[in-house]
């Protein structure tokens, strides 16, 4: 009698023990896959999310872009690659820009910069980053250049750099007018002065 007592406990601590393994081999895997299942499922939700942000623009490479003013300029718009958003379709970022002004007397202004933004509509440009302007024998280097092709007017500013084969000037803006050829460097702020060096 107490054989068969023991032999049943014995009997009940096996079953709970098979149970026991059986659970952790089959269910507790499970849940580990189910697990893995959820983290690639969000993964690809996040990536899904990243997808569609992207497709809120267009990257365009080797972009070309020429239009001709009043005056008879022709401006040219050259870059490496650029952005258009679908919300802003007129409004076009730059890369690696080379830019010319043929004006009508067949000189010509290069403007180089690492970005700029592109109006489609108007052709205004502000180019950024490393700007460097070339016209006849001037050059002129800045963070930024303001090409406002409405107006026929070029605004250069922040650490402008002019140099010529006799001249360096150091200045906060310079203004150039297309339709008169005529340049004016300045300050920003009228206490201060510009800083010129050079043969006289």
Partial sequence: MINKKV???????LLFLI???FYQTYFSDNKKIVREKDIA???????????SDET???VIQ?????????LGNTYI???ESAVIQKDKENEVKLNEVDAKIIKKDNTTIFIYSKTADYNKINHNTLFKEKVHVEYKEQTIK???????FSDNFIEILENVHYINDDTKIYADKAELDLASNELKISMVNSDDKVQITGKY
Wanted: net charge negative; glycine share 0%.
């Fill in 7 to 13: 032999s049943q406990i014995l009997l009940l601590i």
């Fill in 19 to 21: 149970s026991i393994i």
């Fill in 41 to 51: 499922i969000t993964s690809e939700v996040q990536n899904q999310d990243l997808n």
């Fill in 56 to 58: 809120n623009y267009n």
């Fill in 62 to 70: 080797n972009l070309k872009y020429v239009s001709k003013d009043l």
């Fill in 77 to 79: 718009v050259v870059a």
């Fill in 142 to 148: 800045a963070n930024i250049v303001n090409l406002n």
